[in-house]
């Protein structure tokens, strides 16, 4: 089993930031994708920004030259930088991370709230 644990977000102004962490345990593959996935209300679940197993990475369009992701391989740990925010970066944010295996498997952190106020 992996265990992901989140910091928490929080409340920012527009134009503000924030930083996400997401520190993972367990059984982890050699080789694993982690990243970020938000969801508003009323709203699916959609991909903020992930960091692959091979170091590439990819955004949402919505959040490109805004957020950065990074990673620490040592301490299995990601991180969103969340700059320039905006109301409609206001979701529940959550880490993901997925073992490359046969099968590959995801996992899910329990969701932190951001909420950007106008």
């Known amino acids: 089993q992996v265990q992901l644990v989140e910091s928490r977000g929080g409340l920012v102004q527009a134009g503000g930031s924030l930083r996400l962490s997401c520190a993972a345990s367990?059984?982890?593959?050699?080789?694993?994708?982690m990243g970020w996935y938000r969801q508003a209300p009323g709203s699916q679940r959609e991909l903020v920004a992930i960091?692959?197993?091979?170091?590439?990475?990819n955004y949402a369009d919505s959040v490109k030259g805004r957020f950065t992701i990074s990673r620490d391989n040592a301490k299995k740990t990601a991180f969103l930088q969340m700059n320039s925010l905006k109301p409609e970066d206001t979701a529940v944010y959550y880490c993901?991370?997925?073992?490359?295996?046969?099968?590959?498997?995801?996992?899910w952190g329990q969701g932190t709230q951001v909420t950007v106020s106008s």
């Open positions: 993901w991370l997925r073992t490359w295996g046969d099968p590959d498997v995801d996992y």
């Open positions: 367990g059984s982890i593959s050699r080789t694993y994708d």
């Open positions: 960091t692959t197993g091979n170091a590439q990475t």
